[in-house]
């Protein structure tokens, strides 16, 4: 994991780049969102569509996390975090689970190459632990292989809930408390977010759901408390660069208040 120091974002040289990328597709470079969270729904919808079991959908949409992912480091976003599995997640049929699980094995282990052309670090958020022994090891061994690199965060959401994030980071103050390293007076907002399971991360500017769906289904409830919400009718597996281009300049055409009352 990165500490608050280390500094992310393309360096000088591959900037004019990314800013004509940015350009081409309509998108003001000066405006681009820091943090860009999504929610990627429709892969069984997708292969059921087709006559084909669900995991082929799954198979098919960790196709479309490289292509968002390259999108992302191009166009110089600084932090993507893909919700990948989610705690609930793991009440689904156990063969769905297993094959999800060898299926991030493998792409985790086929996509480090990739992690490293483009400078983008792998983390990974959640409650790991739940993890089979495979995955972890696939996901620890492919984090320490890129920590170095700086371009841009791939964060994967992981056996994730936005519920269990805020009540780990309540009972870790808590405890906190209870031995003196916290006081009581101490717990506000910036603590909790410091407990949280990526303290160091910016909050989310923008959270796209795909396949037309409108729900935050406990996604980065804290993170994401501003961030404006964009929904795509394009299935996950169907998610292509111009996806992503396109929920950037809905993005910029919002007007972002935080509760403020702002000229019109």
């Excluded at 972890?136 to 965060?153: E, I, K, P, Q, S």
């Excluded at 269990?164 to 603590?191: F, N, Q, T, W, Y």
């Excluded at 909790?192 to 909050?203: M, N, R």
Aim: glycine residues 8%; proline residues 5%.
């Amino acid at each position: 994991m990165s500490g608050p120091g280390d500094a992310i974002g393309l360096p000088a040289a591959d900037r004019p780049a990314a800013a004509e990328r940015c350009r081409a597709a309509g998108i003001d470079p000066t405006r681009l969102p820091r943090h860009v969270a999504i929610i990627m729904d429709g892969n069984g919808r997708w292969a059921q569509g087709k006559g084909w079991e669900r995991t082929q959908g799954h198979k098919r949409g960790s196709d479309s996390v490289r292509t968002v992912t390259v999108e992302a480091a191009r166009l110089g976003i600084e932090r993507l975090t893909l919700y990948a599995f989610s705690s609930e997640n793991w009440s689904r049929p156990r063969l769905e689970i297993f094959f999800l699980m060898r299926l991030l094995d493998d792409y985790l282990r086929a996509q480090v190459n990739l992690l490293q052309e483009y400078k983008v670090r792998l983390e990974a958020i959640g409650q790991l632990d739940r993890l089979p022994n495979h995955a972890r090891a696939a996901l620890d061994d492919t984090m320490r292989a890129t920590a170095g690199n700086t371009n841009m965060v791939l964060c994967l959401a992981l056996s994730y809930g936005g519920r269990d994030e805020i009540a780990d980071a309540c009972r870790a103050i808590a405890e906190a408390v209870a031995v003196g390293r916290m006081k009581l007076s101490e717990v506000d907002a910036p603590a909790v977010a410091a407990h949280l399971y990526a303290p160091h991360a910016p909050d989310v500017d923008v959270v796209v759901r795909t396949a037309g769906e409108h729900r935050l289904s406990n996604f980065l409830l804290w993170q994401a408390s501003y961030a404006e919400y964009v929904s795509i009718p394009t299935l996950w597996p169907d998610f292509a660069a111009v996806d992503l281009q396109a929920a950037l300049r809905e993005y910029q055409g919002r007007q972002r208040k935080f509760g403020r009352v702002c000229a019109e």
